[in-house]
């Protein structure tokens, strides 16, 4: 299930996949793979993730129901 939402945020705030990825200290790729829905990221990434996009973990990472999946 792709992460819309991420992708989204991470536009929203001007930031390319390499800025949020040097942000949270970690890959360009791993952040595609997160918004690819191939990679789970751990909790730590995630709220990195939160602080740098200005969301919060269920604003991101929360599906919330059928009908809302990520794709």
């Known amino acids: 299930m ?10 929203e705030k001007g930031l390319t996949q390499e800025d949020l990825a040097n942000l949270v200290g970690v890959t360009r ?12 990221p751990s909790l730590k990434l995630c709220i990195a993730i939160c602080k740098a996009t200005g969301k919060t973990l269920d604003d991101l990472f929360w599906q919330e129901d059928e009908e809302d999946e990520w794709e």
């Open 29 to 40: 790729q791993t952040i595609g793979l997160i918004e690819a829905g191939k990679y789970n």
């Open 2 to 11: 792709k992460n819309k939402k991420l992708k989204m945020a991470r536009i």
